[in-house]
């Protein structure tokens, strides 16, 4: 399992902390927060995703949160996750749809 990536399909509040989303993966997803996994959750309204993962000596918590636009593409579906392989967590940050085939448009930061 080491190296995974799993979305949480539904959205967690920005306010949520390391000790609570570690309580998300055990209770709601199943899985463990202490396996090097990358847990990737979405806020509630799109603009912002959150990863969460354990490098053996503590977490780490990364956000990003997009300057325009939202993270359009966001599984649906009835399990609690949905697990990635890298380049698809990659088109996922880049907020582009990690079912597709290419990768995003890249442009300049400031134009």
Known sequence: MDGAYFLFRA?????????????LCQEKLQEDPFSGCLFVFRSRRGTSIRILTYDGQGFWLAQKRLSKGRFMWWPSGKEPTRRLQAHQAQLLLAAGNPETAAAPVWRRVGT
Do not use: Q
Request: a positive charge.
């Open 11 to 23: 959205a967690a509040r920005n306010r949520k902390g390391i000790d609570s989303l570690a309580r």
